[in-house]
């Protein structure tokens, strides 16, 4: 990723850690070669049976997208909708899915993009994940979700659902706004 301070695993690496990780029923590792590495990326999901690659999470254009697809280098798109936009999401969707590929978008941002990449995976479909921002104690949903009146939280059955009100389903927290416009 952008700023890390080490090179990506070498292709040998990348693959006896896959290994490793499939043996201990792990399902699936993103990006265990460099992002832009496509044809490295395919390589290691057609030699690492038992477990998924998945990845795009960083990837910013359309473009980028379609030729990860393409190149057939992830069993799993994470695209993310706060990077990209919804339609550009929703065609690098579609286009995983026929090739029976999953798209389980990226989420590391406020509740306001968990939403938006919640309704998206909702409209399109594509995997039975949604990736669900929470690293405590540091990050909780109501410092992620600083701006919302109440933090976004899944069901207590571990199911986050598409709210039933208008656009997004967010309620601001005026105050918090104020608070932290000044």
């Not at 043996?23 to 395919?42: H, M, N, Q, S, Y």
């Not at 969707?93 to 590391?108: G, I, K, P, Q, V």
Request: aromatic share 6%.
């Amino acid at each position: 990723m952008a700023g890390d301070t080490a090179s990506a695993l070498d292709p040998v690496a990348a693959r006896e850690i896959a290994a490793r990780l499939a043996d201990d029923g792990v399902l699936w590792v993103e990006e265990p070669l460099a992002g832009t590495d496509l044809r490295g990326l395919a390589a290691l999901r057609a030699s690492a049976p038992g477990i998924r690659v998945a990845g795009g999470e960083m990837t910013r254009t359309l473009p980028e997208m379609v030729a990860a697809v393409e190149m057939d280098a992830f069993d799993v798109h994470q695209p993310d909708v706060v990077l990209t936009g919804m339609s550009h999401a929703r065609t690098v969707a579609e286009l995983a899915l026929l090739r029976s590929r999953w798209f389980t978008l990226h989420t590391w941002t406020n509740g306001i993009g968990l939403l938006a990449n919640l309704h998206v995976a909702a409209g399109v479909g594509g995997g039975p994940f949604l990736e669900y921002p929470y690293d405590p104690p540091g990050w909780t949903a109501e410092r992620r979700d600083f701006m919302l009146a109440d933090p976004i939280r899944p069901g207590p059955d571990g199911v986050l659902r598409v709210p039933a009100t208008p656009g997004l389903g967010i309620a601001l927290d005026e105050a918090a706004l104020r608070r932290y416009a000044a």
